[in-house]
């Protein structure tokens, strides 16, 4: 296939160039003009081009499907920016939207499982919502993936990467203690990025646009229990703070697929197997180092 990938040299959208580029297809990589520098990324040939641009749309020809990472995928940063996360979660959808409807392209758009609940628990949630709304009621062709808790080789906390599994690990491999604030015991569905690559690889390959489908295993799995498998990957020892305290609503909350819901067809390795692996990967990498919070 021919994609084109936005947001290429982010955690989802470097992983996505690098595996699908692997795997014999043609993919062109656009990043943002003063993106954040990340080290894995650093090699990866791109055009800089912000998604909400209008050029962007000549990007476009030629191609099959886009796969749209761009945008802010970084809860506390949409509740402290609204407006922004709504230009660019939906903003740049809408644009892209118009090309792939100008060009015969096919939109693939990853939202979040938190777009699911109603009322829409945060700013994040509602930016995410009004992007799928827009592939729903476009003319282009487009199917939505709500994405549950995305890991994986890519994700580094030290260069702002956001996710309990990235903050977890960056603490154990600094051999600091992992601090989880808030309610210790609230879930969330994680999955590996490579299983969820390969789910969007056929998802465009089959052109199964005009779906909602959940990217998920359907597994919950309490913030606790990924620490402790997060420690043992690690090897370090370090220990689990659960000191408690107030969050915000939608941060301490449990997320999940409805159970009902499509999925999104890929196979999901069990999460252990998957937290080794990325621990793995985490510790070869120059930026593994670094404390964060989940």
């Not at 060009?103 to 700013?123: K, Q, W």
């Not at 779906?211 to 402790?228: D, H, I, Q, V, Y």
């Amino acid at each position: 296939m021919r994609l084109l990938i936005t947001g290429a040299t982010g955690f989802l959208g470097w992983r996505a160039a690098t595996l699908l580029a692997g795997r014999g297809h043609d993919v062109t990589c656009v990043a943002r003009p003063g993106r954040v520098a990340r080290a894995a990324a650093a090699g990866l040939a791109v055009t800089e081009r912000d998604a909400g641009d209008p050029a962007i749309q000549a990007d476009v020809a030629g191609r099959d499907a886009v796969l749209h990472f761009a945008g802010v995928p970084d809860p506390a940063r949409a509740r402290a920016d609204p407006a922004t996360a709504v230009r660019e979660n939906a903003g740049t959808t809408l644009n892209l939207l118009d090309a792939c409807l100008r060009h015969g392209a096919g939109l693939v758009y990853p939202s979040t499982l938190r777009a699911a609940v109603e009322p829409l628990p945060d700013a994040y949630a509602a930016s995410k919502r009004l992007g799928e709304e827009l592939c729903r009621l476009h003319g282009a062709r487009a199917s939505v993936v709500r994405l549950a808790s995305v890991f994986g080789p890519g994700q580094v906390r030290a260069e702002g990467a956001t996710g309990a599994i990235a903050a977890f690990a960056a603490r154990a491999l600094a051999g600091e203690a992992i601090v989880i604030p808030g309610d210790a015991r609230r879930t969330r569905d994680f999955v590996y990025v490579d299983d969820v690559v390969l789910g969007l690889e056929a998802l465009a390959a089959e052109a199964r646009w005009g779906e909602t489908l959940a990217g998920a295993s359907g597994k919950a799995t309490p913030l606790l229990r990924a620490a402790e498998l997060v420690v043992a990957s690690a090897g370090t020892g370090v220990a689990i703070d659960t000191p408690g305290g107030r969050l915000d609503p939608a941060e301490d909350a449990s997320y999940a697929a409805d159970p009902s819901a499509p999925r999104l067809g890929f196979e999901p390795r069990p999460l252990p197997a998957a937290i080794s692996a990325y621990v793995d990967w985490l510790a070869q990498h120059p930026a593994s180092q670094g404390g964060a919070q989940a």
